[in-house]
């Protein structure tokens, strides 16, 4: 990176290397943002936020566990979830917490409104932060931002200026930590994504059978599980009745054609999951198809939209699962590493029937 940039005359006890890099490239590519700063100083985003403790306007959080129960107090907010791939936001308030029970060996959490529902997998939540900087226009932002073991930011709530701000206050009292910096730094992982396994199930045939016996998509974890298979090696591995890979082109093919039903009959609802390895954030409502906006796909729904990467995307499946007394259809998009980074369902209760309108969209894909 070849840019003067001129750094303080002094840094307050406590400064690393780390902090002193960050605000040589803050000033040097301001729009960039965390994600940028990280990818140009090759480091995690954790690790860039975890070096201001002490020097600037962050402090950690503690019991994000309690923390996560006082969202609903704060009013509308702006949630923005980060994967490999892109974002995805959600305008909106919190209901209160239920405990998630897809998976019984995992403590999770859900938050379920008419547009969002939020799955939360607290395992893979190690560190979060409170944050207050100025935006461009030189208004202060608060948000709570929170990140893996590896560093990865993964979820970030921002205050609005229709949010609750005397809840922020009393939050920020609560849970920020204002004990000794040193005791509050992370420790990241330097162990990067698990690499993609693409070994298939040893036994074919049995994974194809109980793929079929499954009562809901949710179980769909215990089998690969047993089975010691990835998803996407699962999904190679069950054939064109199950899953089939078609073209990157039927993620805009299906939102059309979906727009396109006719207004005299009713649309069935879609929603959009969006996949971070420590939440489910899923979109519910008229998905619109994807339009290009800023070099980024850009799909619209109720309270909010999904921004990713086209260039990064590496496959598509049309997969059907067992869920209840019948089955659904997906569209599922995965990266180049392997990971399904987001997918396409009907928006239906187990106890509902497939809409074959919708079924006969994704069968028509290639």
């Known amino acids: 990176m070849n840019a003067l940039v001129e750094l303080p005359s002094y840094f307050k006890p406590g400064s690393t290397i780390v902090y002193q890099a960050l605000v040589g490239v803050r000033q040097a590519h301001p729009r960039l943002g965390l994600q940028g700063w990280s990818r140009l100083l090759s480091t995690s985003e954790g690790e860039l936020q975890a070096s201001r403790l002490g020097q600037e306007s962050v402090w950690p959080l503690q019991d994000v566990f309690s923390l996560l129960y006082l969202l609903p107090s704060l009013g509308e907010v702006q949630l923005l979830t980060f994967n490999e791939l892109g974002w995805a936001q ?29 799955k939360l997998i607290l395992e893979n939540w190690y560190w979060g932060c409170l944050v207050q900087e100025e935006n461009s226009q030189g208004e202060t932002e608060k948000s709570l931002q929170f990140f893996n073991r590896q560093g990865q930011r993964f979820a970030k709530i921002q205050a609005l200026d229709s949010s609750d701000q005397p809840a922020w ?42 793929w079929r016996r499954m009562a809901d998509p949710n179980q769909v974890s215990y089998l690969l599980a047993r089975h010691q298979v990835s998803y996407l090696a699962g999904l190679q591995a069950l054939g064109p009745k199950l899953a089939r890979q078609v073209s990157l082109n039927a993620l805009t093919e299906l939102l059309t054609e979906a727009a396109l039903l006719p207004r005299s009959q009713a649309k069935p609802g879609l929603k959009l999951a969006f996949y971070t390895d420590a939440c489910v954030h899923s979109c519910r409502g008229s998905l619109q198809p994807p339009r290009l906006k800023h070099r980024e796909v850009c799909i619209g729904y109720p309270a909010g939209c999904l921004h990713f990467n086209p260039q990064l995307l590496e496959e598509a499946w049309v997969v059907r699962k067992p869920q209840g007394d019948g089955w659904i259809s997906s569209l599922e998009v995965f990266a180049d590493a392997g990971q399904r980074v987001f997918q396409v369902s009907e928006d239906k209760s187990s106890r509902q029937p497939e809409n074959l309108v919708l079924r006969e969209l994704f069968n028509a894909l290639q």
């Open 169 to 210: 206050l009393g939050l920020q009292e609560a849970f920020k930590g204002m004990g000794a910096v040193k005791a509050s730094r992370p420790l990241f992982s330097s162990t990067g994504t698990k690499a993609f396994n693409s070994c298939p199930p040893e036994d074919l045939g049995r994974f194809q059978l109980e």
């Open 90 to 118: 959600y305008q909106g308030c919190f209901t209160s917490p239920d405990l998630c029970l897809d998976d019984p060996h995992q403590l999770g959490l859900q938050f379920v409104t008419q547009h969002l529902e939020l």
